[in-house]
C-alpha cells in the first residue's frame, strides 16, 4: 500500500464516522458559492457610496431660500396668520409666517414675521402694503434687520436727515408710497410743484443707501390736501402711486408688547 492509497483510505474512514462523504462537485459548489458572496460585497459598498455622493450632490446644487424676513408692526389682535398669509400672498409666494405669543398672556405681541420666496415679492410686499389697513389698523411693514446688524446702525438710522430744505414752518406731510426704486427727489418735486411749493421732501434709504420705495412730501395745507386729490392713483416711474395724509408719530397706533 502506498501513501496516496493510504491518505485516501483515512480520508473515507474520517467520512464514514461522520455520516457523510463530501464528494469534490460538493466541495467545489459550496466554496464557488461562498467566494462569489464575498466578491459581491464590495461592489454594494461602492455602489451605496456612489448613490450617496450623487445625492450630496445634487443637494448641494440646490439654490439657496430666501431666508429674508418682513417685519409687520401694529397688527390687530384678532388678525390670525392666515389672514396675513392671504394679504401677501397677493404679491408672491409666502412660504412662513410668524407671529410672536406672550408666554405669560397667551396673546400675540401685536407684530409678525413674514417670509416671501424671492427677493423681488419681497419688496413688492414691502412698497405696496406699509402704512395700509388690515384688520382695521395701519400696519407698518419693513424688512426685518438682525438683532446684530440693527445695534450696528441704529446711529445711522438716528442721525441727522438730509433735506431738501432746513427744518422751518410745517404744513402738512404726505406719504407717498409705491415709488419706483429709480425715482428720484426731483422726480417727486417736479410731481408735487404743480399743487405748490415743496416745503420739504424726504426720500427713506435701509441701511445700505438703498431707497425703501416710498416717501415725505410737505406742503401747505391747502396744496397737500389738492395735491393728494391729484396724484392718488397716479402713475410716476411707471409705479401706481399711493399718496395720502402722513400721520406724526405720536398719533400713530403703536404695537403693545
Request: aromatic fraction near 8%.
Amino acid at each position: 500500500m502506498n501513501l496516496d492509497r493510504a491518505f485516501a483510505l483515512l480520508l473515507a474512514s474520517i467520512g464514514a464516522v461522520a455520516g457523510f462523504t463530501p464528494s469534490g462537485r460538493v466541495a467545489f459548489s459550496v466554496a464557488s458559492s461562498q467566494s462569489s458572496r464575498a466578491a459581491s460585497v464590495p461592489n454594494v459598498r461602492v455602489a451605496s457610496v456612489l448613490s450617496s455622493e450623487v445625492e450630496q450632490s445634487a443637494e448641494s446644487s440646490a439654490a439657496p431660500a430666501f431666508e429674508t424676513a418682513i417685519h409687520v408692526g401694529n397688527i390687530s389682535f384678532d388678525t390670525r396668520e392666515s389672514d396675513l398669509r392671504d394679504v401677501f400672498s397677493a404679491y408672491g409666494s409666502v412660504s412662513k409666517v410668524n407671529m410672536p405669543i406672550d408666554r405669560e398672556t397667551g396673546r400675540p405681541r401685536g407684530f409678525a414675521f413674514v417670509n416671501m420666496s424671492s427677493a423681488e415679492e419681497h419688496a413688492a410686499a414691502i412698497e405696496a402694503l406699509n402704512e395700509s389697513e388690515v384688520g382695521g389698523r395701519t400696519i407698518y411693514v419693513s424688512e426685518s434687520v438682525p438683532k446684530e446688524k440693527y445695534a450696528a446702525n441704529k446711529n445711522k438710522f438716528d442721525g441727522p436727515r438730509k433735506r431738501t430744505t432746513p427744518r422751518g414752518p410745517r404744513g402738512t406731510k404726505i406719504y407717498v408710497g409705491n415709488l419706483n426704486f429709480d425715482t428720484t427727489m426731483e422726480d417727486i418735486q417736479a410731481a408735487f410743484s404743480e399743487y405748490g411749493e415743496v416745503k420739504d421732501c424726504f426720500v427713506p434709504s435701509d441701511y445700505d443707501g438703498n431707497p425703501r420705495g416710498f416717501a415725505f412730501v410737505t406742503l401747505d395745507d391747502d396744496n397737500a390736501l389738492k395735491a393728494i386729490e391729484g396724484l392718488d392713483g397716479t402713475e410716476l416711474g411707471g409705479r401706481t402711486l399711493n399718496v395720502k395724509k402722513s400721520l406724526p408719530k405720536e398719533s400713530k397706533p403703536r404695537d403693545r408688547y
